[in-house]
Nanobody
Framework: VQLQASGGGSVQAGGSLRLSCAAS????????MAWFRQAPGKERDFVAA????????SHADSVKGRFTVSRDGAKNTAYLQMNSLKLEDTAVYYC???????????????????WGQGTLVTVSS
C-alpha cells in the first residue's frame, strides 16, 4: 500500500485548506486512516482519524470544530478539511493507514502500518 498526501501550502490565519490522502496498491487491506502532524522540534501528534466506512471519526481537541476528516471509499482517499487555520496549525501533515480491524487506539501513531510522505502546511499572520 502506498499513500500519497497532497493539498498543503501557505495560507493566512483564518483561511482554509483541504488535504487529500490517496491510497494505492492493496487498498482492500486498509481499515482506519488518520492524519498526524509534526511541527519543527515537536513530536508527531494525532489530528484526526476515520474508519473504513467513514462512519466513525475522531478529532484532536485542538482541531475540533475547525477540521473535518472524511473518506471516499470508491476513490480510496481520505480528506482533511481545515478551516479557521491558526498559526499553531503550521506543521508537516502525514496521512497514515492501518491493517488492524476495529476502531480502537486510532490516536496512537504506532498502530499504523503505512505512512504518506507528508505535506507542509504553513499558516502566517
Amino acid at each position: 500500500v502506498q499513500l500519497q498526501a497532497s493539498g498543503g501550502g501557505s495560507v493566512q490565519a483564518g483561511g482554509s485548506l483541504r488535504l487529500s490522502c490517496a491510497a494505492s496498491g492493496r487498498t482492500g487491506s486498509i481499515y482506519d486512516m488518520a492524519w498526524f502532524r509534526q511541527a519543527p522540534g515537536k513530536e508527531r501528534d494525532f489530528v484526526a482519524a476515520v474508519s473504513r466506512g467513514g462512519v466513525l471519526t475522531s478529532h484532536a481537541d485542538s482541531v475540533k470544530g475547525r477540521f473535518t476528516v472524511s473518506r471516499d471509499g470508491a476513490k480510496n482517499t481520505a480528506y482533511l478539511q481545515m478551516n479557521s487555520l491558526k498559526l499553531e496549525d503550521t506543521a508537516v501533515y502525514y496521512c497514515a493507514a492501518r491493517r488492524s480491524p476495529g476502531y480502537s487506539g486510532v490516536r496512537n501513531p504506532r498502530g499504523y502500518d503505512y505512512w504518506g510522505q507528508g505535506t507542509l502546511v504553513t499558516v502566517s499572520s
